[in-house]
């Protein structure tokens, strides 16, 4: 094996995707390179970051020769052949731990793969490891991992956000060119913008939910973090589609991502609801959203004041649905046939309840009760047939809004990152770091976060772009133009150099 | 507060959660929190809106009745906590 010095690591750690599998093709470089120096970048600064459970180094250089031998044979030419990528820990991975970061699947080695992980496994891709997160996807700031909370590259003081704010820290910090992440009420875009990063959550349905360990199954869905708009569309050319083992999968043609990228927006339509701007929105991130709104009407966009007058709603309708399908879900966590089993069980239903109770951590526990709660006998017309019918009247804002504009644009989150420890002791104030985030999951419409900027505390501020169903494509290519006039996502923490 | 320590007695046994007693008045004050926060949708106007289950309101596919699954008892078994000759072992149901 080839040794790579520090220059060349940050050199190949530095390359889109494109880059990356372009240098592959034409032998400038091997895989077994690529893979080596985000392996070297991983070992040097994740003790401290904890963006990774689980670091398959050993797999990964294996596949890496591998996938140099098919390479060099012409019998892999895909967009990802040789392209590293990790996971959150969440997607099932035969033979590897997926932990969901729960003391419950703390030695939980899948015994075969989600539907993601064998696309990207066929597609050529390596695996890296396993992303941390909040536990069973759950928490908006990664301190609900029962292993270890993840640190914001930017600031190793502040919350990477969550809860796919493993897979976002280490795009951010180049431990990884690309992760796939879920999202079930923002937990890629909230992520995506505390670290700045790009991350789109397709429209629900897109992309199949095989083998990803379920939290709210209305709401959840995979999507890619990356660098680059450019970066994601590649990825999502080849993890969306139909597949039958999801019985929510949609059965709507995948278009290539990555064709349009280049359309002009000129003309484009863009609606900013005004209760995303309304009291409690930072405002320093406000000045930074309304600098990108600029740059884009400079181009041609056509801004449009729209509303979204039930959008205040979708935090309470959030907390009935998503732990009502949470303790439904999660009742599979039953200490016989997988996951944490308790001591000296004195009966069957001893060891139910104790294994769930040592197992799981406080937020699942009280997620799991508020489901409970919502869906026991008398209450149920009261919170989930009411939640679910106030979800109606959310989504059909959006209905009406998409009548009139192309896409939507907003702030990811109200603020920049918060800090470690700020926020653990106010659930409430925790749940609303996701208030713009979650009408869109209940919609169950695309959503993204791309960077557009700093605000004083040198903390990255990302934009929420919001498009009709099944509208990636469009999306991608709106990031994407932005992106190609400006170098904020191609900025790294000073730290992680 | 919304959620009473019983609710939380009641709620901990259906979810199969072994609460501690020490817990359940912290537990009691967090879920009050949420339902607190839930109870604003009491006020919003329904009559006649149809409960939305899923966002692109599909409805259940239906296939062959065939089997689609081979037999991988002993790989899948092989995460289990305890099993014995393909079983998986709890403690006595009957005496």
């Known amino acids: ?497 | 507060m919304a959620v009473t320590e019983e609710d939380v007695m009641k709620v901990s046994r259906l979810a199969r959660l072994a609460i501690l007693e020490e817990n359940v008045p912290v537990y009691a004050a967090k879920l009050s929190g949420i339902v607190d926060m839930v109870e604003q949708l009491n006020a919003v106007d329904t009559t006649g809106v149809e409960p939305m289950s899923n966002p692109l309101d599909s409805v259940q596919r239906l296939r062959e009745d065939v089997a689609t699954e081979t037999d991988h008892r002993e790989h899948y078994q092989a995460c289990a906590p305890e099993v014995e000759k393909g079983l998986y072992l709890v403690p006595k149901v009957l005496e």
């Open chain 1, 1 to 497: 094996m080839s040794q790579v010095d520090s220059t060349q690591t940050a050199e190949l750690t530095q390359l889109s995707l494109k880059a990356l599998q372009r240098g592959i093709q034409s032998s400038q470089f091997s895989v077994m390179e690529v893979t080596a120096a985000y392996l070297e970048r991983i070992a040097r600064f994740d003790a401290g970051l904890k963006s990774y459970i689980t670091v398959t180094e050993e797999q990964a250089r294996a596949q890496a020769e591998v996938i140099d031998n098919q390479i060099r044979a012409g019998e892999l030419k895909g967009a990802l052949a040789g392209i590293p990528y990790a996971l959150k820990d969440l997607f099932c991975t035969d033979g590897i731990l997926t932990s969901c970061a729960s003391k419950m699947l703390a030695n939980f080695v899948a015994p075969y793969d989600a539907h993601v992980t064998s696309k990207l496994k066929d597609a050529g891709g390596v695996l890296l490891g396993k992303n941390n997160m909040d536990e069973f996807a759950m928490g908006s700031s990664n301190e609900n991992s029962a292993f270890a909370p993840v640190q914001n590259p930017w600031n190793t003081d502040y919350v990477p956000g969550g809860s796919s704010g493993g897979g976002a820290a280490a795009v951010a910090a180049r431990l990884a060119p690309m992760v796939l992440g879920t999202d079930t009420g923002g937990s890629i875009r909230q992520p995506a913008s505390f670290c700045g990063v790009t991350g789109i959550k397709p429209t629900y349905g897109r992309v199949s939910r095989f083998g990803m360990i379920a939290f709210a199954s209305s709401l959840d869905q995979c999507g890619p973090m990356a660098v680059s708009a450019e970066d994601c569309a590649i990825t999502l050319n080849e993890i969306a589609g139909f597949d039958e083992r999801d019985s929510t999968s949609a059965q709507v043609d995948v278009p290539d991502y990555t064709a349009n990228l280049n359309d002009s927006i000129d003309g484009l339509k863009i609606g900013l609801p005004q209760e995303f701007f309304a009291e409690g929105l930072d405002q320093q991130v406000a000045a930074v959203i309304e600098r990108a709104v600029k740059a884009f009407e400079a181009r041609g966009a056509v801004i449009k004041e729209v509303t979204l007058p039930n959008s205040h709603l979708a935090v309470p309708v959030y907390y009935v649905v998503a732990p009502a399908e949470c303790s439904s879900n999660l009742s599979r966590f039953d200490g016989v046939r997988f996951g944490h089993r308790c001591d000296n069980p004195q009966d069957l239903n001893d060891l139910y309840e104790r294994s769930r109770w040592e197992g799981f951590g406080d937020e699942v526990k009280r997620r799991i009760m508020m489901g409970t709660y919502a869906l026991s006998s008398g209450y149920y017309d009261a919170y989930y047939l009411k939640a679910q019918q106030v979800r109606r009247l959310i989504k059909q804002d959006f209905v009406d809004v998409f009548n009139d504009v192309d896409v939507i644009m907003g702030p990811s989150a109200p603020t920049t990152a918060f800090k470690l420890g700020e926020l653990v002791d106010d659930q409430l104030a925790m749940y609303l770091a996701d208030i713009y985030t979650i009408p869109t999951s209940l919609a169950g419409l695309p959503g993204m976060s791309f960077p557009i900027g700093f605000a004083d505390n040198g903390l990255p501020v990302g934009m929420q772009l919001i498009g009709n169903y099944f509208e990636e494509a469009r999306m991608l290519n709106i990031a994407h133009q932005y992106q190609q006039q400006t170098d904020w996502h191609l900025q790294t923490p000073a730290a992680f150099a």
